[in-house]
């Protein structure tokens, strides 16, 4: 059973960059198939679908975060991450790891999803 | 690249159908059969429950069915059970500046 989980710093300054890690268990990121993925959830918002990865390191991002964006993938330690720059309160959100099986078009493992406040 | 439109709530009783709609362009969910419909409960992270239209993952229950006509793809929730009380996002691919847009959202409410 594939499982994601991320991890990071819970609270950061604005102008910051927020660093979230997301580690992989029960499958190998480098199996092809599958775009490694951010989405974030602003409180009581919907979904935004931040970028994703392909294990080979070919990057896809929203235009709107694109100029502030980096994700990247270790694959010996079985991870990916998010680097997101220059934060302000507006990028407070719960931020989910997730798969997209590109088998089925679907986000079909997500990670349980960190809560990233920005605040001074 | 806007978010596909979804209905802000939906409700219905016990053992009834609804349906959720979610309406997108001929640039996304018109134009392709990637569509994907997710629940998500409260505190919990969003839950695969449709692919590609109208495709069900294993351990899905058979009540949850999608479909699509023109730039509008629906989810139907038959025999609406209490735990079904939840919100929903649909996703779809697009081919615009963005491969990925999800939808407004639907809180749906058994009354």
């Known amino acids: 059973q594939v499982q994601l989980q991320e991890s990071g710093p819970g609270l950061v300054k604005p102008s910051q960059t927020l660093s979230l890690t997301c580690t992989v268990s029960?499958?190998?990121?480098?199996?092809?198939?599958?775009?490694w993925s951010w989405i974030r959830q602003h409180p009581g918002k919907g979904l935004e679908w931040i970028g994703y990865?392909?294990?080979?390191?070919?990057?896809y991002y929203n235009p709107s975060l694109k100029s502030r964006v980096t994700i990247s993938v270790d694959t010996s330690k079985n991870q990916f991450s998010l680097k997101l720059s220059s934060v302000t309160a507006a990028d407070t959100a719960v931020y989910y790891c997730?798969?997209?099986?590109?088998?089925?078009?679907?986000?079909?493992?997500w990670g349980q999803g960190t809560l990233v406040t920005v605040s001074s | 690249q806007s978010a596909l439109t979804q209905p802000a709530s939906v409700s219905g009783s016990p053992g009834q159908s609804i349906t959720i709609s979610c309406t997108g362009t001929?640039?996304?969910?018109?134009?392709?059969?990637?569509v994907s419909w997710y629940q998500q409960h409260p505190g919990k992270a969003p839950k695969l429950m449709i692919y590609?239209?109208?495709n069900r993952p294993s351990g899905v229950p058979d009540r949850f069915s999608g479909s699509k006509s023109g730039n509008t793809a629906s989810l139907t929730i038959s025999g609406l059970q209490a735990e079904d009380e939840a919100d929903y996002y649909c996703?779809?691919?697009?081919?615009?500046?963005?491969?990925?847009?999800f939808g407004t959202g639907t809180k749906v409410t058994v009354l």
């Open positions: 997730a798969r997209m099986n590109t088998a089925m078009w679907g986000f079909d493992y």
């Open positions: 029960g499958g190998s990121i480098s199996s092809g198939g599958y775009y």
């Open positions: 990865i392909y294990y080979s390191g070919s990057t």
């Open positions: 001929s640039s996304d969910v018109g134009g392709y059969n990637y």
């Open positions: 590609e239209v109208s």
């Open positions: 996703s779809s691919y697009t081919s615009s500046s963005t491969p990925c847009v």
